[in-house]
């Protein structure tokens, strides 16, 4: 229309580039608009994982959290085994996401987001809670290893005490009425005293985990643990001694029939020579 209207060509010219100035300032606040709905949608992104992750960690730590400590060794033992799996996949599930979350964190504030003050105190605030989550769970591991190690030694104790009282229960009390019975008897107590001293080294494990058990209790635990050494030292105290009673009045009794015998076979002898004596044959 320029050419065919030299007349209006320059009001043309100026409307023409009022509307490219129009277009071109539309394309920018376009522009600026697209630029801020992908910062926030970003920003809810990243809001949105961070909800998702706090939760997670939230619900991580009602577990962690937990005081429970079981009542018997076996179930110490099932609590135990069952957080350890529990604290692995949290730690290894949960860094990642903490590190992908991070990342994103760090990506809005180096990209000089509009609300980079903010997006700061989410990322310290999700790495605080991480961290806490982080402390629970290695408090809780140390809490359970410790019932555990306790749990353990009472369980052992009982196990110790009660091998030892059915091996006091074991124990004969005949003689035998001759020397061959009393013979038998005696190699048979010698197999006893064998299989009670492979005790020992329970009954001393007891001891020993006794006494580095009562360096980290005090109170009511110290004394269970002092009466469970108690008993189990008292038993085996008492199991040596019977042991070693019968094992002396085996050898006395052995003595006895070997001292009877030898009397029965020099009174054999000299009834023998009593009747060569007394025979009335005269010499040829």
């Given at each position: 229309?320029?050419?065919?209207?030299?007349?209006?060509?320059?009001?043309?010219?100026?409307?023409?580039?009022?509307?490219?100035?129009l277009?071109?300032?539309?394309?920018?606040?376009?522009?600026e608009?697209?630029?801020?709905?992908?910062?926030?949608?970003?920003?809810?992104?990243?809001?949105?994982?961070?909800?998702?992750?706090?939760?997670?960690?939230?619900?991580?730590?009602?577990?962690?959290?937990?005081h429970e400590?079981?009542q018997?060794?076996?179930h110490?033992?099932?609590?135990?085994?069952k957080?350890?799996?529990?604290?692995?996949d949290?730690?290894?599930?949960?860094q990642?996401?903490?590190?992908?979350?991070?990342?994103?964190?760090?990506?809005?504030?180096?990209?000089?987001?509009?609300?980079?003050?903010?997006?700061?105190?989410?990322?310290?605030?999700?790495?605080?809670a991480?961290?806490?989550?982080?402390?629970?769970?290695?408090?809780?591991?140390?809490?359970?290893?410790?019932?555990?190690?306790?749990?353990?030694?009472?369980?052992?104790?009982?196990?110790?005490?009660?091998?030892?009282?059915?091996?006091?229960?074991?124990?004969?009390?005949?003689?035998?009425?001759?020397?061959?019975?009393?013979?038998?008897?005696?190699?048979r107590?010698?197999?006893?005293?064998?299989?009670?001293?492979?005790l020992?080294?329970?009954?001393?494990?007891?001891?020993?985990?006794g006494?580095?058990?009562?360096?980290?209790?005090?109170?009511?635990?110290?004394?269970?643990?002092g009466?469970?050494?108690?008993?189990?030292?008292?038993?085996?105290?008492?199991?040596?001694?019977?042991?070693?009673?019968?094992?002396?009045?085996?050898?006395?009794?052995?003595?006895k029939?070997?001292?009877?015998k030898?009397?029965?076979?020099?009174?054999?002898?000299?009834?023998?020579?009593n009747?060569?004596?007394?025979?009335?044959?005269?010499?040829?």
């Amino acid at each position: 229309m320029v050419p065919r209207n030299s007349s209006c060509s320059t009001r043309i010219s100026i409307r023409q580039a009022q509307v490219d100035k129009l277009y071109a300032g539309l394309k920018e606040l376009a522009g600026e608009r697209r630029e801020r709905l992908q910062e926030h949608l970003r920003l809810c992104q990243l809001r949105r994982e961070l909800d998702d992750l706090e939760q997670w960690i939230q619900e991580r730590e009602v577990v962690a959290a937990s005081h429970e400590l079981g009542q018997d060794y076996e179930h110490v033992t099932m609590l135990r085994d069952k957080f350890r799996e529990f604290s692995r996949d949290t730690s290894t599930i949960g860094q990642e996401r903490v590190d992908s979350a991070n990342a994103l964190a760090s990506g809005l504030i180096a990209g000089g987001h509009a609300a980079r003050a903010t997006v700061a105190e989410w990322k310290d605030s999700l790495n605080e809670a991480w961290a806490d989550l982080l402390e629970l769970l290695d408090t809780r591991g140390q809490v359970l290893a410790a019932a555990y190690e306790l749990q353990r030694f009472l369980h052992g104790a009982r196990q110790a005490l009660a091998r030892v009282q059915h091996k006091q229960q074991q124990l004969p009390d005949g003689t035998g009425r001759d020397l061959n019975a009393a013979e038998a008897l005696q190699r048979r107590h010698c197999a006893y005293e064998h299989d009670i001293q492979a005790l020992s080294a329970q009954v001393q494990q007891v001891q020993d985990d006794g006494h580095r058990l009562q360096k980290a209790y005090a109170g009511d635990k110290a004394e269970e643990i002092g009466r469970h050494m108690q008993a189990v030292a008292e038993a085996w105290a008492q199991l040596q001694g019977s042991s070693a009673a019968r094992r002396q009045l085996l050898l006395d009794t052995t003595d006895k029939f070997r001292f009877f015998k030898a009397v029965r076979e020099l009174m054999l002898w000299m009834d023998g020579v009593n009747l060569q004596m007394d025979a009335q044959e005269r010499p040829r």
